[in-house]
């Protein structure tokens, strides 16, 4: 990694990347089946959870059975797959456990369960890949993106592990689970499988506050759920994209498209070869717009990662242009 | 980060700042809950359901014993309903508890927001169907006792008496409810033929009151009084039995 070739304008007009090649722009293929290949991710993602939701709901309501038994009973809370394994959702578990009920072990085995599924893969491939609010809030962003919509203030992103910590505090004082009483993915989920109530105003709620107010706002900077699938996610979670690092030009179409894009951090990205940050939800769309190949899925012994590369801790921000 | 070294009393300020937005985040969140946890104290719970505080903090809103409830009884909670979102709840009016053997909705849960410590669903107490004396049509004189017979625990939860009635020479048919019976299922008040249930489910807690322990009832004979004083024993069933007419009539003929 040199940045000299950065910080010295290049000669010509065809800019140069740290590797001293061209820099490349993203360009959208004229073809349907290019289109296509660049979507891929997107596709997949939208059918795994269109897929999740179809399933717990064909269970709930058409009676789908495999083996003699409801395919998924419950919803994302809590539910029971193939009737004999528990399911739970970690964090709902964790309130519970913070408001003072002494857990029954069907629900702890569940939240065990989601827990080492989650380590084993990407911490966040729940934000991506299952969770229902995450096509709300992609599709306030691709509106907001086609109306070139600017944010009406800032906030941290690091807001969202505050809000992670307050709500078990005000869940040990309450003696109730505080964000499962106001989650609006809980509420969006059930809802679609439960029938539908006035859940949908939360959901209008988050969809208007991600397209007008603020990019990634609900998803990127307060849903306590996300913090704690990336706290989860410092862990292990060996799924991560990798970075080639020779092969990046630092043209940034991946900090265009991604919606946590501090993670795309050049120099550490560079060092260790992949996108380390467990704040990455996996959703992929970096890979796909990529014009060097540079970004792809691989799983990486995380292990090995800490033990090799100790000392690029320094973190520098993506530069948006040279 | 070539700033100037932030003051001591900056450093303090902001720290207070953070701290005050925080608590008073915190502070409406609180209060939010406490709005909608302890919203409704009518609501009609699932058999086995812990208290209605408790089952609040366990519940994890999964709607497994909804799915698992043959009969569509259970409902989760929208926000539209006037009960904690997302908490499973019925309506006997609309479907009640039809008290299936195996519990299949207890069993569902994962949690233990109902408690697994149920075995018959007999001694579940969901509620406590209680009569309006003003409007069931019984009290009123006409014979129905539909509650009477679709009660699922036949003859024990429910029960007729037979009142006199002051201007016929028929009775009345009085309906009456026994509370260490009554599952609060609800089929009773699904079956009431009134505009307006005449019989409904209410939570126990709401209308059962306390006797107290220093009230004796000197004339049970169940239990002792006092240290010295023993109630003599009686036969209930024999004096309860009305004697058969001929017995009356040749009482102290005989002999």
Known sequence: MNSDSIQNPPTDRIKLGPNDKPVRPFIMPESLWGKLKVWRFIIYRRIVQLGTLLLFFGSAHWGWKLFDAPILRGNLSSSEFLGFIPLADPFATLQIFFAGHILHKDVLIGAAIVSVIYLLLGARVWCSWICPINMVTDLAGWIRKKLQIKDTFKLRRKLRYVILGLSLIVTWLMGVAAFEWISPISIFHRELIFGIGTGWIAILAIFLFDLFVLKHGWCGHLCPLGAFYSMLGKVAAPLRISFDTPTCTHCVECVLVCPEPQVLDFKLAGGRHMISSSECTNCGRCITVCPEDTLKYSFINIRQKYTSDTSTKQTITPRRTT | M????????????????????????????????????????????????????DFNAACIKCGQCVTDCPYDTLKLATAHDSVPIGTPFFEPRKIPCYMCKDIPCMNACPTGALSHDLKRIEDSRMG?????????????????????????????????????????????????????????????????????PAIKIVRADMVQGKVGEHYRLGWKNNGEITQDFKAPKRKEMEEDKPASGLDYFNQGESE
């Open chain 2, 2 to 53: 070539a700033k100037t070294k932030p003051s001591r009393r900056d450093f303090l300020v902001k720290m207070a700042r953070n701290a005050s937005l925080a608590t008073a985040s915190g502070s409406l969140w609180a209060y939010l809950l406490q709005q909608q946890a302890h919203a409704n104290n009518l609501i009609i719970r699932p058999p086995g359901a812990l208290q209605e505080k």
């Open chain 2, 128 to 196: 406590l169907a209680v009569i309006d004396m003003e409007n069931c049509i019984s009290y009123l004189g006409l014979r129905c006792e539909i509650c009477h017979r679709v009660c699922p625990m036949q003859n024990s939860a429910i029960t007729i008496e037979h009142h006199p009635r002051k201007t016929s020479k028929h009775s009345m048919f009085i309906p009456i409810v026994h509370s260490e019976d009554c599952t609060g299922c609800g089929v009773c008040v699904e079956a009431c033929p009134t505009d307006e």
